[in-house]
């Protein structure tokens, strides 16, 4: 029995959340276990209503649950970053989800932009480390406000996190098996602190994978390669801030935020799964918004479970889905609703059992 918590958030997060719980209850019946799910309404309108983001209780009772599966976060009537940090950031951090695990994989059906590239060529995962470096919050101001004002903004990189970040990625690209190649994607040539730490790691540690050939690449040219050549790339591992560049990029080439998802991992905790996309505020109600994305963001969670059946489910229900259902991924563009393409997803999950 798990123990899931569901927070659908701001925007049009309730209503993809809506049928990714669906999915996954399909999932969880086909495939013979069973989970408790408990809703909490985090998020911009609680906010608007207590003035409470996220307050210690809260984000401790989460360390209770087995998994947490997020819709969207961010309310235009919230300043921005208010919500970002006091619930996204602030989740990731104090639950230590050191790993943001964000899969490029475009299935069959589904428009890409690149041209003369399929799903033969793009299928990579991307391995962002989501505790540190510039994401850390130090810096600070000097003589704020004034001619002379000086802001500092640091990018804090420790051995013991990068550490466990890169040995989660060589885990991960043994385990997944699928060319085991670990692309390190940095900045040597000018950040020549914090990358000198990362190469360093990264060389030691691949001296214990000799299973796994390794690649490096500047951060600027991988955005370059991801576009002209992403059939060369497996596992790439990077800090958090080029991960979470190089990933809307990602996202964008396997066919968009209608399909992008992403886990916030901690191996030894509570990890939390998401939708790459946010909130989308203007089409809130409206029926439009893509589930695929949510309900992808399911399947990495029951893969993360150990739920391997169930996940796999899923995913062939969604392909399913992609290849013959969904005229775009894009919100009001999809010959779908939201609701209609859950309801497939569901009867795909079904159809599947024994
Ligand atoms: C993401 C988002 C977040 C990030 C924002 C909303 C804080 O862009 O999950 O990639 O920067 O990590
Ligand atoms: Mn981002």
Redesign the pocket.
């Known amino acids: 029995m798990y123990r899931i918590a569901v927070i659908p958030g701001d925007g049009t997060g309730p209503e993809v959340t809506r049928e990714a719980v669906r999915a996954l209850e399909a999932a969880a019946e086909s495939a013979g276990f069973d989970f408790h799910a408990h809703t909490f309404d985090y998020g911009g309108d609680r906010y608007l209503k207590t003035g409470v983001v996220l307050d210690d209780e809260e984000l401790e009772g989460l360390k209770a649950y087995d998994a947490i599966l997020l819709g969207a976060?961010?309310h235009p009537d919230v300043r921005p970053g208010v919500l970002?940090?006091g619930i996204?950031?602030r989740i990731r951090f104090a639950l230590d989800q050191y790993i943001?695990l964000r899969p490029v994989k475009l299935y069959p059906g589904v428009d890409c932009p690149l041209k003369d590239k399929g799903p033969e060529d793009i299928d990579f995962v991307v391995v962002r480390e989501n505790t540190e470096g510039l994401?850390a919050g130090t810096g600070g101001f000097l003589r704020k406000g004034t001619p002379d004002e000086v802001a500092v903004q640091e990018s804090v990189n420790t051995r013991k996190g990068v550490e466990r970040c890169l040995r989660f990625a060589f885990e991960y690209c043994r385990r997944r098996d699928q060319g085991r190649k670990l692309t390190l994607c940095g900045k040597t040539n000018v950040l020549t602190y914090a990358w000198d730490l990362w190469e360093r790691a990264f060389k030691e540690i691949a001296a214990e994978y000799p299973d796994i050939a390794t690649d490096y690449a500047h951060v600027d040219a991988i955005c370059m390669w991801f576009v002209k050549n992403p059939e060369w790339f497996d596992v790439v591992v990077t800090d958090?801030m080029f991960g979470?560049i190089i990933?809307?990029l990602g996202a964008m080439i396997q066919g968009g935020m209608g399909i992008a998802a992403?886990g916030n991992i901690n191996p030894e905790g509570t990890s939390m799964f998401?939708p790459?996309g946010?909130s989308a505020p203007k089409y809130t109600g409206k029926n439009v918004i893509n589930p695929l994305a949510a309900i992808c963001a399911v399947q990495m969670m029951l893969d993360h479970l150990g739920e391997r059946e169930a996940a796999g489910m899923v995913e062939k229900a969604v392909m399913r889905v992609c290849a013959q259902d969904l005229e775009s991924m894009s919100a009001g563009r999809m010959g779908k609703s939201t609701s209609e393409v859950g309801d497939l997803v569901v009867k795909y999950i079904r159809e599947q059992k024994g």
């Open positions: 976060i961010g970002e940090q996204l950031l943001n994401y958090n979470d990933t809307d992403g998401e790459i946010g």
